[in-house]
C-alpha cells in the first residue's frame, strides 16, 4: 500500500497540448513550448525521485501526437517508473 500522505498515488503529465478535437485550446499540431525528449526525460527522473513506485500517466490533449512518445513510455519503464497513456481516441 502507498503512503499517499508522503507523495501521491499517480503523477499525470499532459505531455502534449496536441489533438484534433479536445478542450478549447488544444491544437493539431505541438505547441513550440512543449518539452523536448532531453526535458521530458529529465522530468522523468525527477518523477522518479519523487514517485518511486507510482504511476506516471502521460496525457493530454493527446500524447500520441509525441513522436517521441514511444521513446518516452520506453526511458520511463526502463529507469523504473509504471507507466501509463491517456490517449486521446474519440474521434470528431
Given at each position: 500500500?502507498?503512503?499517499?500522505?508522503?507523495?501521491?498515488?499517480?503523477?499525470?503529465?499532459?505531455?502534449?497540448?496536441?489533438?484534433?478535437?479536445?478542450?478549447?485550446?488544444?491544437?493539431?499540431?505541438?505547441?513550440?513550448?512543449?518539452?523536448?525528449t532531453a526535458e521530458g526525460k529529465r522530468l522523468l527522473e525527477s518523477a522518479r525521485e519523487f514517485c518511486e513506485g507510482q504511476v506516471v500517466v502521460l496525457s493530454g490533449g493527446d500524447p500520441l501526437k509525441r513522436d517521441d512518445l514511444a521513446e518516452l513510455v520506453a526511458y520511463g519503464d526502463d529507469i523504473g517508473?509504471?507507466?501509463?497513456?491517456?490517449?486521446?481516441?474519440t474521434r470528431r
Open positions: 500500500m502507498f503512503d499517499t500522505s508522503r507523495r501521491p498515488i499517480a503523477l499525470v503529465w499532459e505531455a502534449s497540448r496536441a489533438c484534433d478535437h479536445c478542450r478549447a485550446e488544444a491544437t493539431p499540431g505541438r505547441h513550440p513550448d512543449e518539452l523536448t517508473l509504471r507507466m501509463a497513456l491517456t490517449p486521446s481516441g
